[in-house]
Structure formats: C-alpha cells, structure tokens
C-alpha cells in the first residue's frame, strides 16, 4: 500500500473496528433477549460468531493486514480468512434465524418476503454465487485490478467486501446452514462445488 494512503487506511481501520464490535455486541444481545421468549440460543452459536468476526477483524486491521499490504502471501492468508473461513463461522452462527426471532411478527412477515422475492432466488443460486465468488477472484487476480486496489481506498475497501460478500453468498447457497428459502438438491450443489472448487484450482496455478 502507498505511503500517501496510510491515513485513509487508518480511518478505515477504526471504522472496520467499530462496525465489528458493534455487531458483535447486537448479535450477543439479541440472543439473550430472545431467550427470554424462546428457546435459548445454543453456546456454540456464540463462539461461531465470534470466532467470524475475529477473522475478519484480522484479515482487515493489525498486523496481518499491514503484511498483506506488503506480500503477496500476506493478502492470501487475509483473503482465506475474509472470503473462506468467517462467511463459513457466521453461516453457522445462524444470525438470519436470530435475526427473525428478534423481530415483532409483522416485520418477521416482511423480512420473510424479502427473502422469498426472485432477486434473492437469482443472487443465492448456485451457479450465480459461484460466479460472483470465483469469478470475481479470476477478475482480481487476473486483471490490473489487485494493484490497482493499492492505489485508491475506496477500490481497496470495494474488493475486501466484495470477497467477503461474495464467500458469505457462496457459503449459504452451497451448505444450507441458515434459513434458505430457495433450496436445490444435494447433487446439483455438490456438481456446483466441484465446479467451483476446478475454477479456484486453475486459478491458484
């Protein structure tokens, strides 16, 4: 990363710290409010979400971050934890489901419709995760792209969340963890994987 970013990179640092803490907070509240109407929120939820945003907190801010700003090796060790390993804790952290006992039932009623609409079926496909989360990557590392990222904040800010968007999509559309409302069968998703995991490999070579 340039010398003449590294205070946008240090304003973004704080404000990756504060919405992460923040939702760290909402989610663990949340589940002790409900608990006191439904069933309690089994610990294990707990320590998945946790363990999710303590990933992505690393991957963006502290030491492993300023390395990825200097070494390759550095960026994919961040990237593993932002686009692989938190999307996959936070999906088993069920926080729509939490979500959705949170909410009075009208606004559960909406939020359900949301889900169920034809953009969230297109976006949550298989085929359509799959192209977001790796060809995305193909686009980055393929392209002027990564270096580009370098050079502007709000690239370099778009392309963390990018990958982090994508890999949570990509996660929830291949393993049903949490609510899903548009599910396809297991062999069709598991040809999709196969696919997917082809495309990765090719590009990692």
């Not at 907190?57 to 971050?65: D, K, Q, R, S, Y």
């Not at 297109?122 to 989360?133: E, G, K, V």
């Not at 990564?146 to 996660?171: D, E, R």
Request: glycine share 4%; charged share 5%.
């Amino acid at each position: 990363m340039h010398n003449h970013l590294q205070p946008e990179i240090i304003y973004f640092e704080v404000l990756i710290v504060c919405f992460l803490v923040l939702i760290f907070l909402l989610y663990f509240f949340a589940a002790i409010i409900t608990n006191k109407k439904f069933s309690k929120w089994p610990w294990h939820r707990y320590v998945f979400w946790s363990l999710g945003i303590f990933c992505i907190g690393t991957a963006l801010v502290g030491p492993l971050a300023s390395y990825a700003h200097m070494s390759f090796v550095g960026h994919m060790i961040g990237h593993l934890l932002l686009g692989m390993l938190s999307p996959l804790l936070l999906a088993l952290a069920k926080p729509m489901t939490l979500l959705l006992r949170s909410l009075n039932v009208s606004t559960a009623r909406s939020l359900t419709s949301i889900l169920k609409s034809h953009l969230l079926k297109f976006l949550t496909h298989p085929i359509i995760a799959t192209t977001l989360n790796i060809g995305g990557l193909w686009l980055l590392y393929t392209t002027p792209l990564f270096h580009l990222m370098h050079q502007s904040i709000f690239l370099y800010a778009f392309v963390h969340l990018h990958v982090f968007l994508a890999g949570y999509l990509f996660t929830i559309s291949i393993i049903y963890l949490d609510i899903t409302p548009h599910q396809y069968s297991h062999l069709y998703r598991s040809l999709i994987l196969i696919i997917a995991l082809a495309a990765h490999k090719i590009l990692s070579k």
